[in-house]
């Protein structure tokens, strides 16, 4: 797509709608006929609902109205990417092809989600299912019925085909499935028991594989085929069943083989000898033509244990869904008032530093102190190509929303569940939220809290507010919509500009809302949904500023060709998590934050002592960063001065520390000498470790070193750093399922790394 102008983060985009509100906006707040009194006078307002109610008394503000909706679903576009899909399986690249059937998809026009609940799709049956010729009247024998939805079951049709190719059998099935129940056209639902067979003869479900040929050879019969090509494709899947007998042949004759050599308790000498009363004769080894009798026996009947009808549109679930990551549970159990921090680390407040996590005992490395889940959670836009909208996981074969194509899904239950929880009255309006010339990527996370809170409940918490600047001794509940609008803001630290700025988003989400009939009936509005809308404008105003200072990165961690030195932290969304809001920023942080796709894990780096502050970094760290980014970075994004230990010492970066000599806190004696000998010697050990991905063998030794030489050494220590930096790593691809390389398979050159070479 072509796209002109910049964006806040370097991506080129076109001119978007809210980026021509602005401008006009602004060109009408500017010609009051003194700008300056009219500035002061906003930024005298006390209250967000103030400011909405004084922007949106601007005439232009007052009547703008969002007319369209956006990224809706476009046959055109459907057909389109499909045809360029199979241009590219026709070359035998399936996985660019998946990409571009998956764009198909995700334009195609869709049953709604009311539609489905209606028990529409039950009618779409009707048209989709297999019906033979003695079901068919003869005058309806040539008449074909088309589906509705043909396109969106060809375009699965054809991804199923893809993933085939690619022996991704489990995704395969449940296209199939799809492709099945909107419609594919009967004429050519053989190509889908067929395809369905090849996969479960993949899975060596060979009883079912009989089943769907033998579908496959009916379907055949009743579709549109030329006599000589229905002969070609009949001759065809019977050798598809032939060769399957074969396999299933080969393999009781391979198992029969297999009981033979477990139980050899019959000697030769004993199996001639003759049979004596009292005695029970010897079992008689069959001779080669009774055994493969037998074989071909159990394989008829191997393939005849099939259920006596398989259905080409259900969507098994028996090993097709793939299974979450495992995400580390707390250390040391709950602590009672906060439910997702660890009883280890308990909140404490002071006028200085706000609120703040402090060790209620002594910490290690690796601890886990706190597992939330967010409160909201969006994804960058970038990314809905290949992640799930709802739960964040990274999805090769996504489905796509009811009505439309802006964001796509992992499974029909995530579907469901956004759709239910917010979806419903986003969906049309996330197109105009785009991150532009004007708009940042904030907006929509603010959206999220407010549609995944509902404007009821929203209303609710305004007749029992509450203020929290210290700490509540009560239960601090993370899934309250409390939890979320009492985290800081920080409104009295920003200036003219930012909340100028900020206002007209919140109005301009506002109105978003009031087209998808967030407040009611767009069509015909009352006092009581104007007065919603200022009230939700402000709400969504006080949440950019909340986001603004709050929000979290959604991160995934990336290893390329399973070489240490490509590793990478990528982040994929932004989200809310309101107990982790808590911790204070350091440039030295002595714990870390950990993306488990809707999760966030708060693990501890080096040795925490009773007492002391536990924190995290906010995306700048004093070893990669200069002390004046730092800070200015801090001002301007979190309205702090860093004083941690690395900016009050103006500790040096990495790249000044590395040809230092370490300094040690003791005196060297000789017992010292030979612990830091072995705790290097442990270090290369752990490294060596490390580059075969044996992470579990290399946790522990880090974790060592961190904590011995940690009391020896005077910090900063690149050496150090470099233990660190391993041990961040070996926290972030613990439990993701990479598996260890053997010596062959470790990446050439993978020796005596550094921090600087995991870096680059």
């Known amino acids: 797509m072509a796209r002109s102008g910049a964006g806040p983060t370097g991506i080129t985009v076109q001119p978007s709608l809210f980026d021509m509100f602005y401008e006009e906006f602004l060109a009408q707040f500017m010609s009051a006929a003194d700008p300056n009194e009219v500035s002061q006078e906003f ?3 006390k209250t967000d609902i103030e400011r909405a109610d004084f922007i949106m008394r601007l005439p232009f ?41 998956n764009k198909s998809i995700s334009y195609c026009p869709h049953p709604s989600y009311d539609q489905f609940q209606q028990g529409i799709e039950q009618e779409q049956e009707k048209v989709k299912e297999v019906q033979f010729a003695d079901d068919i009247k003869d005058k309806d024998k040539n008449k074909r019925i088309p589906s509705k939805y043909e396109s969106l079951s060809l375009s699965y049709g054809n991804r199923s085909a893809a993933l085939r190719k690619l022996n991704q059998y489990e995704d395969c099935l449940r296209d199939i499935a799809r492709a099945a129940k909107f419609g594919y056209p009967k004429a050519n639902i053989y190509k889908l028991w067929e395809r369905k067979g090849k996969c479960y003869e993949g899975l060596k479900r060979y009883d079912l594989a009989a089943k769907c040929y033998r579908q496959a050879l009916q379907c055949v019969k009743e579709s549109n085929l030329g006599e000589r090509e229905k002969a070609s494709k009949t001759g065809e899947i019977q050798g598809l069943l032939k060769q399957l007998r074969n396999t299933v042949t080969a393999s009781s004759i391979a198992s029969q083989d297999e009981e033979e050599e477990d139980h050899p308790d019959i000697k030769p000498a004993e199996a001639s000898a003759p049979e004596r009363p009292g005695r029970k004769a010897p079992p008689k080894k069959p001779s080669p033509t009774a055994t493969n009798a037998q074989a071909q026996a159990q394989a008829s009947n191997h393939m005849q244990k099939a259920a006596s009808q398989v259905s080409i549109s259900h969507i098994s679930t028996t090993g097709s869904i793939r299974p979450d990551m495992e995400i580390p549970e707390l250390t040391y159990g709950p602590n009672p008032r906060l439910p997702s921090a660890s009883i280890a680390i308990d909140l404490h407040f002071s006028p200085e530093r706000g609120r703040y996590f402090v060790a209620t005992q002594d910490l290690g490395p690796g601890d886990v102190i706190l597992r939330e889940e967010p409160y909201a959670a969006v994804l960058e836009s970038v990314f809905r190509v290949n992640h799930c909208a709802h739960c964040l996981r990274k999805t090769a074969t996504p489905i796509p929303c009811y009505e439309c194509a802006t964001v796509q899904y992992c499974t029909e ?6 759709w239910m929880d917010y979806h419903s009255v986003e969906c049309g309006i996330l197109s105009y939220l785009e991150p ?13 809290i407010v549609t995944k ?8 918490h305004t007749q029992t507010p509450t203020h929290s600047d210290q700490v509540d001794p009560g239960l601090f509940d993370p899934t309250s919509y409390r939890s979320v609008h009492n985290l800081a803001a920080n409104t009295d630290k920003r200036n003219f500009e930012d909340m100028l700025k900020k206002t007209a988003e919140a109005i301009f989400m506002a109105k978003c809302l009031k087209f998808n009939g967030f407040f009611g009936n767009p069509v015909s509005p009352t006092p009581e949904s104007h007065r919603a809308e200022i009230f939700i404008s402000s709400l969504l105003l006080r949440h950019l500023q909340v986001a603004a200072t709050n929000g979290l990165e959604m991160a995934e961690c990336i290893l390329k060709n399973n070489d240490i030195t490509k590793f990478d932290i990528i982040p994929v969304g932004g989200a809310i998590f309101p107990t982790m809001s808590f911790f204070n920023h350091s440039c030295y942080p002595n714990a870390m934050r950990l993306g488990y796709q809707n999760h966030q894990v ?5 040795l925490i002592p009773k007492g002391g502050e ?15 980014y730092r800070h200015k970075r801090a001002a301007t994004n979190y309205h702090f001065k860093c004083e941690c230990v690395a900016c009050s010492h103006k500790w040096p970066v990495y790249d000044r520390l590395v040809d230092r000599p370490p300094q040690y806190r003791k005196k060297l004696t000789p017992d010292l000498t030979m612990e830091i000998a072995r705790q290097a010697a442990n270090y290369q050990t752990a490294m060596e470790y490390l580059v075969r991905l044996d992470i579990n063998k290399s946790i522990p030794i880090l974790g060592e070193y961190l904590t011995v030489m940690s009391e020896l050494i005077v910090h900063p220590d690149a050496r150090y750093l470099d233990c660190e930096e391993a041990y961040k790593q070996c926290l972030w691809l613990e439990n993701r399922g990479f598996k260890v390389l053997k010596d062959r398979q470790v990446p050439k050159g993978l020796s005596n790394i550094s921090l600087e070479k995991l870096k680059q």
């Open 43 to 45: 930024m005298k307002l």
């Open 602 to 606: 708060v693990r501890v780096i080096r």
């Open 453 to 460: 809170t509902g404007l009821q409940s929203l209303v609710r």
């Open 61 to 101: 503000i007052r009547d703008f109205e969002i007319k369209n909706k956006a990224g809706i679903k476009c046959i055109e576009k459907a057909v389109r990417y499909r045809e360029e899909g199979n241009k590219l399986f026709q070359s035998d690249q399936c996985t660019q092809a998946i990409l571009f059937y």
């Open 614 to 628: 536990v924190n995290i970094d906010y995306g700048f760290d004093f070893y990669a960063t200069p002390l004046e």
């Open 436 to 448: 532009s010339r004007c708009l940042g990527r904030l907006p929509h996370l603010a959206l999220r």
């Open 413 to 418: 239950t995530c579907r469901d569940l956004s």
